[in-house]
């Protein structure tokens, strides 16, 4: 499990840089999940654009209990929004919400092995830690690119365990 998921980060890291932007969770998806998908997007949807604005997006997070400070709300919309388009198209929000329900169905497992990265317990996955972590599956250390877009994705902070996911998710 955690060769298949440092291998699947790497890769999606490898892509970000690149640039290239695949939805590749959606594109596999069957047509009864793209369904429960669009039910779930034209409910948030509240102007039938097509698109998700911030404003819906905020609205759909607040009645469902989610409150998000605005730093917050735009870093995560920025993060959805992979074409850059300045709206939340079906097929970025279904790819978000198939990575979401990976990690989810996967989650005890995925904590079981990336908690105890943070190995000297600071709260944060020092570039020496997340290299520890690669090496363990036999993957070659982070590169000066992948370092940068770490840096540049999380906003130059340190990457703590809740970035470490969004990252998982959006990247």
């Known amino acids: 499990m955690a060769r298949d998921i440092i291998t699947r980060f790497r890769k999606q890291l490898t892509a970000a840089i690149e640039g290239e932007r695949h939805n590749v969770l959606f594109e596999q998806a069957s047509p009864e999940i793209k369904g429960n998908l669009r039910y779930i997007f034209d409910a948030i949807d509240r102007d039938r654009s097509g698109e998700l604005s911030t404003h819906e997006l905020a609205a759909h997070l607040q009645s469902a209990g989610k409150g998000f400070q605005e730093g917050e709300l735009t870093y995560l919309f920025k993060s959805i929004d992979r074409d850059g388009s300045g709206e939340i198209d079906f097929e970025e929000f279904g790819e978000l919400m198939l990575r979401h329900r990976r990690l989810m169905s996967r989650y005890t497992e995925f904590v079981t092995y990336f908690l105890p ?11 020496k830690e997340m290299n520890t972590a690669l090496a363990s599956v036999g993957e070659p250390p982070l590169s000066n690119d992948e370092i940068a877009f770490l840096r540049d994705r999380t906003g130059g902070e340190p990457l703590t365990w809740n970035r470490f996911i969004e990252v998982l998710l959006v990247t």
Do not use: G, K, R
């Open 117 to 127: 990265l943070d190995a000297d317990e600071d709260e944060f996955i020092s570039t």
